[in-house]
């Protein structure tokens, strides 16, 4: 069984690196098919938004386009249209899917673990998921596996799986190491988060903040979660945006609880801030309003998780 164990592990990073090799082949029939012209910019986080994909993914897709000469950066170091590959080299400019099942399965577990639908300490069977979402108990499977190497599923012997539950310990642990790691995005983001990307956060921010408490709980796990998101990414460290991601999401599965009870407006009030230091591109100022940000939603939750 160890073995078996190894074995899925390899064939779902192998097949889980294959989304960006989709996304990258979109692209590439986007590009043939002349619907963007040389020196438009790639927007990856519309690319994202647009095939449903993390924007990780879309970057390491624009950074294959960049390898073989049909995108470069700009002054600003923006990605953007350097040629258009021949159309010959394209055999199919058909609209982008989930040839494989597994990814459409894990994206569509994933969706369900963020909406709150399946609850922390929820156990979840293959052959219910699997005819819920119409695919094979075995997709189901690998797809579990994937979200077991993120963190958000637990195997269970002969029973399937079951939603992780954080303990206000796990918590505390997330939330110190984002207090490391997450001044480092703000350092580098600072001078390289762009003005029209601050524009799109506080746009956000301020409709979230708007909302109150008409916005569901969804709406507002997921702004902040694009939020966090995209200032790491505008951080310029692949690196760091990859070990900050799963950290962020993996304090999804608790924050509904804040949320629910009273947070959320001053957690957007909070990012707002954050926005204003970046926006002035003062380092210290941002640095210091993210970790007192962090700490206040530690503290917040950690207490109310502990009174559910």
Not at 28 to 48: C, E, F, H, P, Y
Not at 264 to 283: T, W
Request: aromatic share 6%; glycine share 6%.
């Amino acid at each position: 069984m160890l073995s078996l164990g190894g074995m899925f592990f390899v064939s779902s990073a192998t097949k889980r690196s294959s989304l960006t090799d989709k996304v990258y082949q979109f692209l590439t029939a986007q590009l043939a098919g002349r619907k963007m012209a040389v020196g438009d910019r790639i927007n990856a986080r519309s690319v994202a938004e647009e095939l449903h994909v993390s924007r990780t993914t879309v970057n390491k897709a624009i950074d294959r386009l960049a390898s073989v000469g049909w995108v470069k950066s700009d002054d600003g170091r923006h990605p953007v249209v350097a040629k258009h590959p021949p159309k010959l080299a394209v055999h199919s400019a058909t609209e982008f899917e989930f040839a494989n099942q597994t990814d459409s399965t894990y994206e569509a577990i994933l969706d369900r673990i963020l909406r709150g639908e399946m609850r922390p300490g929820e156990v979840v069977k293959e052959r219910p998921l699997g005819q819920a979402l119409g695919v094979n108990p075995a997709t189901v499977r690998r797809a579990a596996e994937w979200l077991s190497n993120d963190g958000l599923l637990e195997r269970l012997r002969r029973r399937g799986w079951r939603v992780t539950t954080l303990s206000a310990r796990d918590l505390k642990d997330v939330y110190q190491i984002r207090l490391l790691l997450e001044p480092l995005v703000i350092e580098g983001a600072v001078a390289r988060i762009t003005d029209e990307s601050l524009a799109e956060l506080e746009r956000e921010t301020d409709r979230l903040i708007a909302l109150g408490e008409k916005a569901t709980v969804y709406d507002r796990r997921h702004a902040d979660h694009q939020f966090h998101q995209a200032l790491s990414e505008a951080s310029g460290n692949r690196i760091l945006t990859e070990t900050v991601e799963p950290l962020i999401r993996r304090a999804l599965l608790v924050t509904t609880v804040g949320f629910r009870y009273g947070r959320a407006s001053r957690s957007f009030e909070e990012h707002r801030e954050i926005l204003e230091a970046l926006k002035a591109r003062d380092a210290s100022k941002a640095v210091k309003r993210l970790k007192d940000h962090l700490r206040n939603a530690l503290k917040f939750n950690v207490d109310a998780w502990e009174r559910q």
